[in-house]
C-alpha cells in the first residue's frame, strides 16, 4: 500500500474557505512534501517540511508535521478558484519516493 | 528555463512493439526518476536512479528498463508494452546533494497499449 494516504479523498469549498487535507505515513522519513497537480499535467511542489520541524508556512500554505502521529496536514486559507486540483504528499526514502493517492480540491467561485 | 523535457507527450502503440520514452533535464540534477499515473491513484516509482550508471527499482518495475548512461537523459523503456501499462507516465529530477529537495516534473507522457 501507498507510503503517503491523503484524506480526504475529495473536497469541495467555496472561495475564501479554508481547505484542509491530511496526509498519513508509515515508515520514519526525513522530510515530507506536498505537490499540486492540474488535471493531467505534471506536479509542481509546493512546501517542503523536514521532520525536525512541526509547521512551515509558505504564502497561503500552512503545514504541519507530526512525526508520532506520522501525519501531516496542508491548509490553504483563503481559497480562490485557481487553487483547484490534486494535492499529493510524498516522502523519499533512500532514493525510494512514495506519493500518496492525493486529495482532489475543487473551489466553487 | 530549468525543465525536465519528455517525448513523445501522446503516444499510442501496439502490444509488444518496444518504444522508448526519453526524458532529460538542463538542471545538473544527480536524481531522475520515473512515474506512472493511474485514474484516481497517485504516482507510483517505476525505476529510480541517483547517479550515472546507477539505477534501481521503485515499486513497479515490472516490464520497464532503464539506463543512465549520461547524467541529463534517463529513458524508459518498454521492451513488450502490455494494454496494462496503458497510464500517464512521468519523469522528475531533483538535487540529492540537499537531500529532499523539490522534484522538478515533466509534463507527462500519454500512452495507450492496444
Known amino acids: 500500500s501507498q507510503q503517503g494516504e491523503e484524506d480526504p479523498q475529495a473536497l469541495s469549498i467555496q472561495e475564501g474557505e479554508n481547505a484542509t487535507m491530511n496526509c498519513s505515513y508509515k515508515t520514519s522519513i526525513n522530510n515530507l512534501q506536498w505537490y499540486r497537480q492540474n488535471s493531467g499535467r505534471g506536479l509542481v511542489h509546493l512546501i517542503l517540511?523536514?521532520?525536525?520541524?512541526r509547521e512551515k508556512h509558505s504564502g497561503r500554505l500552512r503545514v504541519t508535521l507530526d512525526t508520532s502521529k506520522k501525519s501531516s496536514s496542508l491548509l490553504i486559507t483563503a481559497s480562490r478558484a485557481a487553487d483547484t486540483a490534486s494535492y499529493f504528499c510524498a516522502t523519499v526514502v533512500a532514493g525510494k519516493s512514495t506519493f500518496g493517492d492525493g486529495t482532489t480540491l475543487t473551489v466553487k467561485p | 528555463e530549468a525543465q525536465v523535457t519528455q517525448n513523445p507527450r501522446y503516444l499510442i502503440t501496439v502490444t509488444g512493439k518496444k518504444l522508448t520514452v526519453t526524458c532529460s533535464q538542463n538542471?545538473?540534477?544527480?536524481?531522475m526518476s520515473w512515474y506512472r499515473q493511474d485514474p484516481g491513484l497517485g504516482l507510483r516509482q517505476i525505476y529510480y536512479?541517483?547517479?550515472?550508471?546507477?539505477?534501481d527499482k521503485g515499486d513497479v518495475p515490472e516490464g520497464y528498463k532503464v539506463s543512465r548512461k549520461e547524467k541529463r537523459n534517463f529513458p524508459l523503456i518498454l521492451e513488450s508494452p502490455s494494454p496494462n501499462q496503458t497510464s500517464l507516465y512521468f519523469c522528475?529530477?531533483?538535487?540529492?546533494?540537499?537531500?529532499?529537495?523539490?522534484?522538478?516534473f515533466g509534463q507527462g507522457t500519454r500512452l495507450t497499449v492496444v
Open positions: 536512479s541517483m547517479n550515472v550508471e546507477v539505477t
Open positions: 538542471m545538473n540534477h544527480e536524481y
Open positions: 517540511i523536514r521532520s525536525n520541524e
Open positions: 522528475a529530477s531533483s538535487d540529492q546533494t540537499l537531500p529532499g529537495t523539490e522534484a522538478f
